[in-house]
Every structure is written in structure tokens, then in C-alpha cells.
């Protein structure tokens, strides 16, 4: 999950846990509300496990948006209706994911009118999303399992 201020964006895993992929974006209001959206992923696909972004600071410092990002893995164990009994749930360094992912839409389309219109449809936020999951899941097949 990216979480933005105003949009969570979402990827989910293959079966193996080897390859990200761009979910959607879900718009977020109260907390409650974007647990219910998330549910129906969390159902239609079968959801085992969650990796947020972990906003960190360039030096490597944790700042204001980490413990929103913190407060939100917290907050999701108290809907284990939702989340299941005992979610596994990772923090993963996010930096630079969104720029990289801008700079990944600028050169793509080659326009910075149309980053701005993939900001607004979502798009940005479910690539940086793909980023971040990615990010874990390389790490998980090359650390964890070998």
C-alpha cells in the first residue's frame, strides 16, 4: 500500500510472491470507510499478508508521515474481521517511489500534463504501490528464502 493523505494506492502479488502488480487506488475519507474498501480487495483476492510504505527521510530518519504509516499498521489489527486474526504486516522503505515512478510517467508519455492526469486518475499512486511491494518482495526472495 502507498498511503497518501488523500488516496491509498494498491498492488497485490502473483501466487509466489515474485511479481507486483498495479491494483487500483482507493480515495480515502475516515478511517472505517477505507478499511471497508479495503475488505473487498482483501476478499476478492484472497489477501494474506500487507506491505506499507514506510516514508522515511532521505538520511534515513523517520519522520511525521512514518507515523502515520505506523498508526495505520496499528490501527488495522483492531478490524481482524477485515485483516484476519493476526495480519502479517510490513513496513518497507518507500523512498523515492512516487518520484521514481513521475519520472518513469514523464519519460513514458514524455508530458507532464499527462503525470498530472495520471496523479488525478490514481495511476501514480497504484505504480508507486507496485514499487513498494516490489521493493519487499526482491528482498523476501533474496534474503528470507535463499
Do not use: H
Not at 497485490?12 to 482507493?26: F, K, R, V, Y
Not at 507532464?112 to 518482495?137: M, P, W
Amino acid at each position: 500500500m502507498d498511503l497518501g493523505r488523500k488516496t491509498i494506492g494498491l498492488s497485490i502479488s502473483d501466487s509466489g510472491q515474485s511479481i507486483a502488480t498495479p491494483l487500483q487506488t482507493i480515495k480515502r475519507t475516515k478511517f472505517k470507510q477505507d478499511m471497508d474498501e479495503l475488505k473487498q480487495v482483501i476478499d476478492d483476492y484472497e489477501i494474506g499478508g500487507y506491505v506499507l510504505g514506510y516514508p522515511l527521510n532521505m538520511d534515513g530518519s523517520a519522520g511525521p508521515r512514518c507515523d502515520v504509516s505506523r498508526s495505520f499498521a496499528d490501527e488495522m489489527v483492531n478490524y481482524p474481521q477485515i485483516v484476519g486474526t493476526d495480519p502479517w504486516i510490513a513496513l518497507w522503505d518507500e523512498r523515492l517511489s512516487t518520484v521514481s515512478v513521475e519520472g518513469f510517467v514523464d519519460e513514458f508519455v514524455g508530458k507532464r500534463k499527462t503525470r498530472v492526469q495520471a496523479k488525478d486518475s490514481g495511476l501514480i499512486d497504484k505504480l508507486a504501490a507496485q514499487v513498494i511491494l516490489q521493493g519487499a518482495l526482491d528482498f523476501i526472495q533474496t534474503t528470507i528464502l535463499t
